[in-house]
């Protein structure tokens, strides 16, 4: 009997509808060979949403995607919506689903594929089996913390606000996705904050480590945000799964994704309450390669197989997906972003057809 899915797509803007036709038809086959039928539902997202209906993230999108099994989503953002007020902003759009579907877990893997070690910046002997997970907490912290924005002094002059805070529920339900990631992986935790100098950090801190309480299988270790990022330069195989909040998630899993040599390689899953998931690359919209046919599409591909595996619970075709994709990298062919001497060039359209035979293979 063949299961059945509804995915919601958001392909958003830049290189988003690229890759996004790319991973559907990934998904499409493996369906056909798993015995799973996807029903794909479109729906507006970012700048995109913005030229056709003045909101970066229109009730509809939001009705669509809590109406599904998960949510594949490419990427939001142009430099043509920069200069609009913030709440008309993609990135508006982008928060506004994040916190609509309660999506308070961001997982972030980082791990070199053996085949582009030589894409890394950093020396081989540094890179050469990262294996790195970075679970960001997405809904809370200082992207959404009251009170926010420019305000003027009793002195008439402006001031700058942002707030980061955290309640106790919130530490707590992140730290036990991270302890519970960690217990998958090889039982080793870092939780990084700034706790020297922040109150909210210290907070972290004593609240992670009392549902440690919970995990004494996991060895916890603290680690303040600065030297993380040092660390994760300079040596970053001490790391097996990290554990931040939401601005410091960002930055450090950027990080993260550099050692691997390309940001277009990198998925992510950010994880709800409710069990639905959306699921997406880290990279962005990729303005200045937009329409060029020169996007990399596994980034997707690969958000597409943590759908499947994480979304859907079906591992198996997500190892598939996988297999494609390491099997087109040994078979030598790259996007320009990969690139390297003696290396096939291909385009985002023909690394797909490439993608679908593999997998027919597989
Ligand atoms: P970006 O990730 O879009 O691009 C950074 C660089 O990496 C660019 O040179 C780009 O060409 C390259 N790149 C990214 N993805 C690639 C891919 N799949 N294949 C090949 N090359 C790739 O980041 P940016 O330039 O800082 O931001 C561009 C826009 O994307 C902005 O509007 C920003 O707000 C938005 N953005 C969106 C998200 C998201 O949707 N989650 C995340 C980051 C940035």
């Known amino acids: 009997m063949s299961k059945n899915y509804r995915i919601t797509l958001l392909p958003g803007d830049g290189i988003g509808p690229e890759i996004t036709t790319v991973a559907v038809e990934m998904l499409k086959a493996v369906g056909a060979k798993s ?27 939001l009705a669509a995607c809590k109406d599904s099994d998960a949510v594949m989503l490419a990427a939001i953002g142009g430099y043509q919506w920069d200069n609009l007020p913030r709440a008309q902003r993609p990135e508006t759009g982008l928060l506004g689903l994040r916190s609509g579907l309660e999506l308070f877990a961001n997982l972030r893997p980082a791990s070199i594929v053996p085949q582009l070690v030589d894409a890394s910046s ?17 809904t809370g912290g200082i992207y959404f913390g009251q009170p926010r924005g420019v305000f003027s002094t009793e002195t008439g002059e402006q001031r700058g606000v ?16 991270a302890f519970e990631t960690a217990q998958k992986r090889t039982k080793k935790l870092c939780s990084v904050d700034k706790a020297n100098v922040l109150e909210v950090s210290q907070f972290w801190r004593d609240r992670v480590i009392e549902i440690a309480k919970e995990y004494s299988d996991v060895e916890l270790t603290h680690m303040y945000v600065d030297n993380a990022a040092m660390q994760l330069v300079r040596s970053p195989k001490q790391f097996d799964t990290i554990v931040t909040s939401n601005l410091f998630g960002d930055i450090l899993s950027d990080i993260a994704a550099m050692l691997t040599g390309s940001i277009g390689m990198l998925p992510s899953a950010s994880l709800g309450a409710s069990g639905l998931g959306v699921f997406e690359p880290v990279h962005g919209s990729a303005p200045d390669i937009a329409g060029q046919d020169k996007a990399n ?48 060039p291909v385009g985002c359209k023909q690394m797909g057809e490439l993608l679908v035979q593999a997998l027919a293979k597989i």
């Open 35 to 61: 015995g799973i039928n996807f029903v794909f539902k479109e729906a507006l997202i970012g700048g995109a949403a913005i030229e056709a209906t003045g909101n970066p993230l229109p009730p509809e999108t």
């Open 122 to 138: 950093l020396k081989r002997e540094v890179i050469e089996g990262v294996d790195i997970m970075v679970v960001r907490e997405l």
């Open 162 to 177: 942002n707030t980061m805070a955290y309640t106790g529920s919130e530490i707590d339900r992140i730290a036990r996705v």
């Open 297 to 344: 599409p596994l980034a997707q591909v690969l958000s597409a197989a943590m759908m499947l595996k994480y979304g859907l619970n079906e591992p198996e075709a997500a190892q598939q997906l996988e297999k494609a994709v390491i099997t087109v990298l040994d078979g030598n062919y790259r996007t320009g972003d990969i690139m390297s001497p003696g290396m096939n």
